[in-house]
């Protein structure tokens, strides 16, 4: 089974920056998507950011594009999210997913795999 284990959450500052981790085992990743998702207290999940293994696409929520990055590091198994200027609203847990194909989606549902995520929190 496919096992995905994030890191490198944190308290932080607004404008400061964390790099998560999502360390990924159980399968050959070569054709998988993986990305983010992050929910706040109270609100749905919403797409971050995600990352083909195929030909190392990224893609971005519009709230995020310009100070978050995605990566990926084959040789570790681990896709990364570089988070700069984070603002309060970052504030979420930020799960790692991974879904077969090397498209995209959206939709938390289309995700098979979700590790049990790691908690972000930006003050003010």
């Known amino acids: 089974q496919v096992q995905l284990v994030e890191s490198g959450g944190g308290l932080v500052q607004a404008g400061g920056s964390l790099r998560l981790s999502c360390a990924a085992s159980?399968?050959?990743?070569?054709?998988?998507?993986m990305g983010w998702f992050r929910q706040a207290l109270g609100k749905e999940r919403e797409f971050v950011a995600a990352?083909?293994?195929?030909?190392?696409?990224?893609y971005y929520a519009d709230s995020v594009k310009g100070r978050f990055t995605i990566s990926g590091d084959n040789a570790k198994n681990t896709v990364y999210l570089q988070m700069n200027s984070l603002k309060p609203e970052d504030t979420a847990v930020y799960s790692c997913?991974?879904?077969?194909?090397?498209?995209?989606?959206?939709?938390?549902?289309?995700?098979?795999?979700w590790g049990r995520g790691t908690q972000v929190t930006v003050s003010s």
């Open positions: 159980g399968r050959t990743f070569s054709t998988y998507t």
């Open positions: 990352f083909s293994w195929i030909d190392t696409s990224t």
């Open positions: 997913i991974a879904r077969r194909g090397g498209s995209v989606s959206y939709r938390p549902f289309d995700y098979d795999y």
